[in-house]
């Protein structure tokens, strides 16, 4: 089953046990691809497996900065609904790496571009950014490429 479609199911049997997080969350992803349907100038159309993970992906990523922004405003309430939004988005995201496969993957970026220091971030970033997309914060990945950048120059 595609993405679109399961979402599209979940959405069903959520308002059916009447989970209103859940409705709310799945509605306003909905939209979100649909808008992403009119931008490609494909509207009825559907989108692919890919194109609808890149709108969760961007919809998960607002959820994080919207956190962080309430957080820091000292709006915990706010933060709090956002994160409960966060987590049903990251139902439909990629299984995140942990901590020692980012390093391996970071390792073997570097290894297989040359990387020589800070300058090189570019070339380490986009094809980790690619090959595992949804599976890895960008700032994240950028704070941990950096460090492993320095530490090779130094």
Known sequence: MSLGKQIEADYISAYKARESLKVSVLR????????RLVDLCR?????????VLDVIIKEAKQRRDSIAEYKKAGREDLAGKEADELA?????????LSDEELAAVISEAIARVGAKGPGDMGKVMGP????YKG???????????????????G
């Open 128 to 131: 980790i950014m690619k090959a």
């Open 135 to 153: 599976r890895v914060d960008g700032g994240k990945l950028s704070s941990a490429v950096k460090a492993r950048l320095a530490a090779l120059q």
């Open 43 to 51: 509207p009825g159309g559907e989108l692919t497996d890919e194109e």
């Open 28 to 35: 306003m992803l909905k939209t979100a691809i649909k808008n």
């Open 88 to 96: 049903v988005l990251e139902t439909y995201l990629p299984k995140a």
